[in-house]
T-cell receptor, first 113, second 113 residues
Framework: QKEVEQNSGPLSVPEGAIASLNCTYSDRGSQSFFWYRQYSGKSPELIMF????GDKEDGRFTAQLNKASQYVSLLIRDSQPSDSATYLCAVSNSGGGADGLTFGKGTHLIIQP | DVKVTQSSRYLVKRTGEKVFLECVQD?????MFWYRQDPGLGLRLIYF???????EKGDIPEGYSVSREKKERFSLILESASTNQTSMYLC????????????FGSGTRLTVV
């Protein structure tokens, strides 16, 4: 059974600080990794994806991937109250993702003004 | 931008009814997916399809079936609704999962009474 693990939180971070969200996965053959943001009562929206080991930056967001440790993280710099949401880590299943993504249960992030 | 439309935002049905949840995407995506999302359980894959008239079981297909007669439309069918099928149902589509991840619809919150 493929597994994606996240700390459910809540993770409370002061406004303006860096929020660090972590994810581990079990399928060593996984190739692609995604972060989705989900506001309460809404559907998930894609905010970052990463394929290669190392860091990928997009605005205030940085995704980090370490395939040897089977570990993915998302950093949010200069956190804003609007970043308060649940963040879902998703991993493409080995075989190119033809059978979809496996999701973690999400980390609930609260940015305190 | 890809648009994935789910026909109903909220739905209330009675136990034993046959329920149809419709999902339409407008970007000629081959891959479509149905998930349900429950507190504490996260997103769980019900069925997916990678081509017209093709369907594959996900992790929790029991009590559900699907139909994909046209490329843009993927329907989820609850053959005889039960109270344990009360959930948020999310449809997603993708051109290529490992490269692009999913685009989700807005979700259907189904209550079975």
């Amino acid at each position: 059974q493929k597994e994606v693990e996240q700390n459910s939180g809540p993770l409370s971070v002061p406004e303006g600080a860096i929020a660090s969200l972590n994810c581990t996965y079990s399928d060593r053959g996984s190739q692609s990794f995604f972060w989705y943001r989900q506001y309460s009562g809404k559907s998930p929206e894609l905010i970052m994806f990463i394929y290669s080991n190392g860091d990928k930056e997009d605005g205030r967001f940085t995704a980090q991937l370490n395939k040897a440790s089977q570990y993915v993280s998302l950093l949010i710099r200069d956190s804003q109250p609007s970043d308060s949401a649940t963040y879902l880590c998703a991993v493409s299943n080995s075989g190119g993702g033809a059978d979809g993504l496996t999701f973690g249960k999400g980390t609930h992030l609260i940015i305190q003004p | 931008d890809v648009k994935v439309t789910q026909s109903s935002r909220y739905l209330v049905k009675r136990t034993g009814e046959k329920v149809f949840l419709e999902c339409v995407q407008d970007m000629d995506h081959e891959n479509m997916f149905w998930y349900r999302q429950d507190p504490g359980l996260g997103l769980r894959l019900i069925y997916f399809s990678y081509d017209v008239k093709m369907k594959e079981k996900g992790d929790i297909p029991e009590g559900y079936s699907v139909s994909r007669e046209k490329k843009e439309r993927f329907s989820l069918i609850l053959e005889s609704a039960s109270t344990n099928q009360t959930s948020m149902y999310l449809c997603a589509s993708s051109l290529a999962v490992a490269y692009y991840g999913y685009t989700f619809g807005s979700g259907t919150r189904l209550t079975v009474v």
